[in-house]
């Protein structure tokens, strides 16, 4: 059975940093394409990264520059590098692939 667990989230300033990660099992981890999405409170959930099985990534305009997604396929790991972090990307973040994490909370807050 797919699964999909993150961890690394928690309180920050702003201008600070966090990386997020997300382990995998229960699927061959290396040949699949791997997201980070992101809910705000009252939000839909948004889409903030994308990193494929041969490591090409693509992000959100809202991210890019500040965000950097990659992976371990050794450790079955994704990961999120957040840095520059803005009050507008206070959120729980959800790791991505052939199913969803339980999510992570992220708060930029002074």
């Known amino acids: 059975q797919e699964r999909l667990v993150e961890s690394g989230g928690g309180l920050v300033q702003p201008g600070g940093s966090l990386t997020l990660s997300c382990v995998a099992s229960g699927f061959t981890f290396r040949r699949y394409s791997m997201r980070w999405y992101r809910q705000a409170t009252g939000k839909e959930r948004e889409w903030v990264a994308t990193i494929s099985s041969g490591g090409g990534t693509n992000y959100a305009d809202s991210v890019k520059g500040r965000f950097t997604i990659s992976r371990d396929n050794d450790k079955n790991t994704v990961y999120l590098q957040m840095n520059s972090l803005q009050f507008e990307d206070t959120a729980v973040y959800y790791c991505?692939?052939?199913?969803w994490g339980q999510g992570t909370q992220v708060t930029v807050s002074s």
């Open positions: 991505n692939g052939p199913a």
